[in-house]
C-alpha cells in the first residue's frame, strides 16, 4: 500500500514492487528534505543531480520517478557513475561500498549507501530493513561536516546514528 | 367613518402602545442583526482554528508520507486528540487511499474521498470540514482533512445569545421605567385639565381651574383653557349683576304700580262717593226750586205780567234739567257700583222689547230697521237692556232729519272668543277727530238745541260693556252716519 502511494502509478505495475523501486523513491524524496549550501548550485535553476554508482534497476525507477520534477526551481536529474570520483559534483550519491566514502569527503554531496554500518563509517544515510520495512538510519555529524541541512521532519522518522 | 380601535382607547394606552411597538421593533432588529454577527464571528473562529490546525497537521505529516511511515503519520494525526471539537482527520495518499487516520468516538461516517473539487472549508449542519492539499515543495504528497464539529461555537452563540437578551431586556426596561416618569409629566397635566373640562361642563362651575405647569404645548393649553374661564367666568358675573339690577328695577316698578293704582283707586272712590253725595243732595234743592218756582207762578197768577211768567217757566224749566242731568248723573254713578247679575241672555227678544219703546216715541217717521239674528250671552240683563236703548234710541234720535232712514244692528265672531256687535246709521255722524270724545260724562258733539240729550248715555254703555270685559269704539263721518262697535266675551263670565 504504502510503495503504490510513493509511485503513483497504475496499480497494475505497483503489484510488484520491491526494495529498489521504494529506495528509488527515497533517494528522490530526500531533496524535498534536505538543504544543502547555497554554494552547491550555480544559479537558481542549477540541477539537482541525483548520482548512481553502479547503476542497476534502482537507476531505471528513479529516470522514471524524476521525469519532469523540479525541487524549489531546480529540476530533479539523474546521472549513472562508475566510482564516487564521478560522483563530486552531485548533491545525492548512492554508494554501494563505504569505502568510497572518503573520495568525497569535503564535498557537498548527500551520501546514500547499504545498512546502518554505512553510516558508521561516515555515510549520511543508510538503509535497512525492519520489519519488512525500509528504514533509514541518520548520521547527522557527517551531514553537518559537509554543509548539508537534514529537516527535523525526516530526522523524526528515522535512526540517528553516531560514526566517523 | 368608523372609528379605528386606536380611537378608542386613552390617550396614555395609546402612547404607551406606540412606545412598546416601537421599541419591541427596534429591539428585535437590532437582537437579530447582534445574533447574526455573533454567529459569522464564532463560525469564523472555529474556521481560522480548523486552518491552523491543518497548517500544522499538514507540515508534520508531509515526511512521514513522504517516507511511508504510517505510524509515525497516526502519532501526528493523533495529536490532534486534545482538542474536543476535532471529530476526525485523515490523509489520503496520491493513489486515492487513506495512508493514516485519526477518529474521534463521536465520529460513526466513513472517510469520505478526497478529490480536487472539495478541497477548502465546508460546512454541513453542526460539522465543518477543511480539506487541504498536501505539497512538500512543488510536489503533491497526498490530501489531508480534518473534519470539527461546530459545537464550540454554538456554546458561544447560545452564551451570547443570553447575554444579548439580558442586556435588551434590561434596556427595555429601563426605558419603559424612563418613558412612564418622563410620559407621567404630559399625561397627569393632560388628564388634569381633561377632567377639570369635565367638572367645568358637568357643574357649570366657572371659578374651576386647571393646575397649571410647564412651558410646553400641553402647559399652554392649561394656561389658554384658564385665560378661556377667566373671561367666561368675568362675563358669567357681570350678566348675573345686571340681571339682579333689572330684576330689582323691575320690583320697584311693581311696586311703583302697585302704590300708584292703589291711590287712583283710592282717589276715584272717593270722587265717585263726593259726586254721588252732591248729585243725591243737589236733588232736594232743585225740587223746592222748581216747586216754589210753580207754587210763586200760581199765587201772583192774576198780577203777573207776560214777562215775569216766561221768567218763572225759564226758572222751573232749569230745575228741570238739572233735576235730570243729576238724575243721570246718580245712574251713571250706579252703573259702576252696583254688582252685577250675569245670567245667559238671548239678545233677540231683548233687542226687539227695545225697538218696540223707542220705535214707540215716533210719529209716524219711515225708518228701515236691518236687525240680524243675534247670539245668546252671559250679561247683567238690565245693563245690557241699557246698552240698546242707549244706542237705538241715538240711531233713532240722529236720523231725525234723514228723509229714508236706515238702522242696522249686526254681530259677527272675532279673535275666536268675542263677538263684536254693530249699530250704525245713516245720520249726523261726526267728525273722527272727536271720536274719543264721545263715550266721556257730558260730552257732546252737538247743541241741545239741535239735539237734546244730557250727554251721559254713551259713558254709561262704555262703562257697562268695560265692567263686562269688552270694548267700545265708533267710526263715524258727518252728515253720513255713525256705527258704533262693541265687544263681548263669548265663553261664560
Known amino acids: 500500500v504504502a510503495l503504490s502511494i510513493l509511485f503513483g502509478t497504475p496499480p497494475a505495475r505497483a503489484e510488484t514492487p520491491t526494495d529498489r523501486q521504494m529506495k528509488a523513491a527515497f533517494l528522490y524524496n530526500f531533496s524535498q528534505f534536505v538543504q544543502w549550501p547555497r554554494t552547491s548550485f550555480e544559479n537558481a535553476s542549477s540541477p539537482i543531480v541525483i548520482a548512481v554508482v553502479k547503476a542497476d534497476d534502482l537507476g ?30 552531485a548533491h545525492v550519491a548512492y554508494l554501494d561500498d563505504a569505502r568510497q566514502l572518503d573520495v568525497l569527503r569535503g564535498n557537498a554531496v548527500l551520501t546514500v549507501g547499504e545498512g546502518i554500518e554505512f553510516t558508521r563509517s561516515g555515510g549520511m544515510i543508510g538503509f535497512y530493513v525492519q520489519d519488512r520495512k525500509v528504514r533509514l538510519a541518520i548520521n547527522r555529524t557527517a551531514a553537518t561536516r559537509a554543509g548539508i541541512t537534514i529537516s527535523s521532519q525526516l530526522l523524526k522518522l528515522s535512526t540517528l546514528v553516531e560514526g566517523k | 367613518v368608523k372609528p379605528h380601535l386606536l380611537d378608542r382607547l386613552s390617550l396614555r394606552t395609546k402612547l404607551t402602545a406606540i412606545m412598546c411597538l416601537t421599541l419591541a421593533v427596534s429591539l428585535g432588529l437590532a437582537y437579530a442583526v447582534l445574533m447574526f454577527l455573533v454567529r459569522e464571528y464564532a463560525r469564523s473562529v472555529v474556521e481560522r482554528r480548523l486552518s491552523i490546525l491543518a497548517s500544522v497537521i499538514d507540515v508534520n505529516a508531509q515526511a512521514p508520507l513522504a517516507f511511508v511511515d504510517a505510524a509515525a ?40 474521498t478526497l478529490d480536487e473539487g472539495n478541497h477548502g472549508l465546508t460546512t454541513d449542519g453542526d460539522q465543518v470540514r477543511i480539506v487541504r492539499p498536501m505539497v512538500a515543495n512543488e510536489d503533491r504528497l497526498g490530501t489531508l482533512a480534518i473534519v470539527s464539529d461546530l459545537s464550540g461555537a454554538n456554546a458561544v452563540l447560545h452564551r451570547y445569545a443570553w447575554i444579548i437578551a439580558l442586556v435588551m431586556g434590561g434596556s427595555s426596561v429601563c426605558a419603559t421605567l424612563l418613558w412612564a416618569r418622563l410620559q407621567s409629566g404630559i399625561m397627569t397635566r393632560l388628564s388634569r385639565l381633561s377632567q377639570t373640562v369635565d367638572y367645568v361642563a358637568v357643574h357649570s362651575d366657572f371659578g374651576a381651574r386647571a393646575q397649571a405647569g410647564g412651558a410646553d404645548e400641553v402647559g399652554q393649553l392649561i394656561s389658554g383653557f384658564n385665560r378661556m374661564l377667566d373671561e367666561i367666568q368675568q362675563r358669567h358675573a357681570e350678566v348675573g349683576k345686571r340681571t339682579d339690577e333689572l330684576a330689582a328695577l323691575n320690583a320697584e316698578l311693581d311696586a311703583r304700580v302697585t302704590e300708584r293704582t ?11 262717593a263726593f259726586s254721588y253725595s252732591v248729585a243725591h ?16 207762578a200760581r199765587h201772583l197768577d192774576k198780577s203777573l205780567d207776560d214777562k215775569g211768567r216766561r221768567y218763572l217757566n225759564t226758572i222751573g224749566a232749569a230745575a228741570k234739567d238739572m233735576g235730570l242731568l243729576v238724575d243721570h248723573l246718580l245712574v251713571y254713578s250706579r252703573m259702576g257700583k252696583t254688582e252685577l247679575k250675569k245670567t245667559e241672555t238671548p239678545l233677540d227678544p231683548l233687542v226687539a222689547e227695545v225697538r218696540q219703546v223707542v220705535d214707540r216715541g215716533q210719529d209716524g217717521r219711515s225708518i228701515t230697521w236691518n236687525v240680524e239674528a243675534l247670539p245668546a250671552v252671559v250679561v247683567d240683563p238690565e245693563m245690557m237692556r241699557q246698552v240698546f236703548t242707549n244706542l237705538l234710541s241715538n240711531a233713532v234720535k240722529y236720523t231725525r232729519n234723514v228723509a229714508e232712514a236706515v238702522i242696522e244692528v249686526r254681530c259677527r265672531a272675532v279673535e275666536s272668543d268675542q263677538w263684536e256687535f254693530t249699530v250704525s246709521d245713516n245720520g249726523a255722524g261726526f267728525d273722527m277727530q272727536f271720536a274719543d270724545k264721545l263715550f266721556g260724562v257730558f260730552q257732546r258733539l252737538h247743541s241741545t238745541s239741535e239735539f237734546e240729550g244730557t250727554g251721559i248715555g254713551l259713558a254709561n254703555v262704555r262703562r257697562i260693556i268695560a265692567r263686562h270685559g269688552g270694548r267700545t269704539w265708533a267710526v263715524g263721518t258727518v252728515n253720513q252716519g255713525a256705527s258704533f262697535h262693541f265687544t263681548l266675551p263669548r265663553s261664560k263670565g
Do not use: C, M
Open chain 2, 281 to 296: 243732595d243737589l236733588r232736594a234743592p232743585l225740587r223746592h226750586i222748581d216747586g216754589f218756582a210753580d207754587l210763586l
Open chain 2, 73 to 112: 503519520a497516526d502519532a501526528t494525526l493523533g495529536s490532534l486528540r486534545a482538542d474536543d471539537a476535532v471529530l476526525a482527520a485523515w490523509v489520503q495518499g496520491r493513489d486515492g487511499k487513506i495512508f493514516s487516520s485519526y477518529r474521534s468516538p463521536r465520529f460513526t461516517e466513513p472517510f469520505a
Open chain 1, 60 to 89: 531505471t525507477h528513479l529516470d522514471h520517478l524524476i521525469e519532469g520534477k523540479t525541487v524549489g526551481g531546480h529540476p530533479v536529474v539523474s546521472r549513472r557513475v562508475n566510482d564516487a570520483a564521478a560522483a563530486r559534483g
Open chain 2, 262 to 272: 292703589a291711590e287712583l283707586n283710592a282717589s276715584n272712590k272717593e270722587l265717585e
